[in-house]
């Protein structure tokens, strides 16, 4: 799959869960264009080669940095751009993977694949904390 297919993909995945999600219509394009940056970051880092848990912390990092950036702008909560964001770097097929070698009895494997999957998870909670804490220092020293 080449690199606009996979952008194209992501865009409509997010603006698809952000409908899901309920949000304001106004911002469902806004959400795919989140999804698709962080997308974008993530498969790009990849070229480079970087290791996939730093490629997913950088690309959650600036998925809510672009969150905070469109909440401003469209007087909308943060919440709404950097869930749909994230969606694309959601681990969700390697999780399905450790689930299904648990149940095949392939246990070595399976833990192998959980680990993975939750440092997944972990860089990018990470990376949305990491975005937030500068958010809030960077306002404190405005003031």
């Known amino acids: 799959m080449n690199m606009l297919e996979q952008l194209v993909t992501s865009f409509i995945s997010t603006a698809a869960f952000?409908?899901?999600?309920?949000?304001?219509?106004?911002?469902?394009?806004?959400?795919?264009?989140?999804?698709?940056?962080?997308?974008?970051?993530?498969?790009?880092?990849?070229?480079?080669?970087?290791?996939?848990?730093?490629?997913?912390?950088i690309a959650?990092?600036?998925?809510?940095?672009?969150?905070?950036f469109f909440a401003r702008i469209y007087k909308t909560p943060v919440i709404v751009f950097s869930v749909a964001g994230i969606i694309p770097l959601v681990p969700g097929g390697l999780a399905y993977d450790a689930m299904k070698n648990v149940v095949?009895?392939?246990?070595?494997?399976?833990?192998?694949?959980?680990?993975?999957?939750?440092?997944?998870?972990?860089a990018i909670a990470i990376g949305l904390v990491f975005s937030e804490v500068l958010n809030q220092l960077f306002r404190r020293n405005k003031s």
């Open 18 to 57: 952000a409908i899901l999600f309920n949000v304001p219509r106004s911002t469902i394009i806004q959400c795919g264009f989140v999804g698709m940056i962080g997308w974008m970051l993530y498969t790009s880092s990849q070229l480079i080669p970087l290791d996939p848990i730093l490629a997913t912390l």
């Open 60 to 68: 959650s990092f600036f998925v809510t940095v672009i969150s905070q």
């Open 104 to 122: 095949l009895n392939h246990y070595d494997l399976a833990v192998q694949l959980a680990a993975k999957s939750f440092m997944l998870s972990g």
